[in-house]
């Protein structure tokens, strides 16, 4: 075939290849058949052989079943004329189903985007609202700590700040007028006042000259402003504290001369709205200028002295001086008398209201005993106690 494609002219093998192009898959099966067909009368080995024919005979099934198809399209589009227009149709709906498709496609993508923005927005207004909540919470519990500070006395970092304060409420502080508004009277305790008192130590603490140290706890008590921020439940708790720890020490224990200074100094300034007090802030007053000595380390024999006379307790002691044991006498009877008269004994001081008077200053764990005659206690309504006498 080859031999007599190769003898033709030049025109005729252009016309023969361009014919053998237009119907290419004509062709192919042609040439597929002349490769069977060479197979199977070439002599060669068997196994090639058998290689070469299985070849031709799959190119040949696959190219007559296009054939078949192609020609077979072919043949429709030129014998039918409504072929051509339901092809264009048929694409045509393949093409619409094709839009809607990816119309579908496009419109899930969308709607998913959609659902994620709404989604991404719940989760940002959500954490907005944790963030808002624990904002309010964070400031409602700097607003308790504050707050808990103020009641507390914790205001002040510098000395400056007392001073500034101070100065700028002098004029109320001088017509004894309200300064805080910030303190609730009926929340303040009485371990609020002793806590005041002793962070105003930290403050004194800065300071190194002691007239220095008593000016600047008098200003931090003015513009703490407790005696006009605390109910007279808490001056009568706070007056007994200092009055126990009057007798109890003098006020001469060293670590706690800051914090006296200031309970007296506020005591004082409480105390002068109630004039039935008149006698207990005379007593007060005094304990603050002991503090005041005592910081200043000279002699508080005086000012003890005076303490002790508004409360009661120097009078006593000066009977006590007085009555000094009498002569014995002979006679019996004027001897119990005497015994009865000269006797000293201790009534209930403090805040108990017991009528009885006892043996010891001590007696069944008593405090603020106030010594006097057995005669004196009597005449006073006294009555003596069963397990002393």
Known sequence: MFEKFNVLKRWQKILIIIIGILLLPLTLLLFSILFLVKSISKKSNKLLKILKIAISLVLIFILSIFNWVWWGEMFKMVTDPNYS?????QQERERKEEELKDKETKEKQELKDELENQKKKELEEKKKQEDLELAKKEKAEKERVEKENSKNGIRFNTVDEVKNLYKKNQEKITKREKVRDDLNWKEITLQNVLNHASNSKKLLGKLENVSDKIDLS?????VDDLHHNTSQKIMKETLEYMIKEYKNSKLDNKEKLEDYLYITRYLDSKLKSYPEYKQKQEAIYQMYNLTKDRLRKIDTSSDIEKIDKALGIYVEKAKEKVEA???????????????????TVYANGGSSKSNKYHSSPTAHNMEGAIPMSREEAESKGYVACKRCY
Do not use: D, G, R, W
């Not at 227009?85 to 149709?89: G, R, S």
């Not at 008098?218 to 003015?222: E, K, R, T």
């Not at 044991?325 to 006797?343: A, F, V």
């Open 85 to 89: 227009t339901e092809l264009n149709e």
């Open 218 to 222: 008098m200003q931090i008590v003015a």
């Open 325 to 343: 044991p009498k002569p014995k006498i002979e006679e019996s009877s004027k001897y119990s008398e005497n015994q009865q008269t000269s006797e």
